[in-house]
């Protein structure tokens, strides 16, 4: 691990990934590595057929995790995002073509850029941060 990099957690919202995202989670903590964020990956989708939101890996994985590490570090992990299921991202993936460059106002694309911009506006902290000081 790079000294002083920052660690962000990807989960689904199966509770079999998230009891896995936990663990890695926990694990950065241990080696001093400040866990920044939780995002939920494969979140719920809109049927195009009946409007009706799907919930196709169950749902709550992203939270759960966000507020387990929460507890286990004493501060805010936040969920950041979750980012819809959606054929456009899959295509993308598999062509090489990011989905914020293939279909920008895609959903799936939205709430990436919700992502980027909550991991840029944070504020820094020294919460936390070991300074180095030796007596």
């Known amino acids: 691990m790079i000294p002083t990099s920052e660690i962000l957690v990807v989960t689904t919202p199966q509770v079999a990934a998230a009891e896995v995202a936990e663990r890695a989670g926990r694990i950065a903590h241990q080696i001093h590595q400040q866990v920044v964020g939780v995002v939920e990956n494969m979140s719920e989708y809109t049927d195009p057929a009946t409007g009706v939101l799907v919930s196709l890996f169950g749902n709550g994985g992203g939270e759960e995790t966000a507020k387990r590490l929460s507890q286990l570090v004493g501060s805010d992990v936040p969920l950041l995002g979750k980012i819809p299921f959606s054929i456009d991202l899959r295509e993308g993936g598999d062509a090489g073509v990011p989905v ?9 694309a939205l709430v990436l ?12 902290s020294l919460l936390g941060v070991r300074l180095g000081i030796v007596q």
């Open 100 to 108: 914020v460059i293939s279909d920008p106002e895609s959903a799936s």
């Open 113 to 124: 850029y919700e992502i980027a911009e909550k991991l840029i506006k944070r504020s820094k």
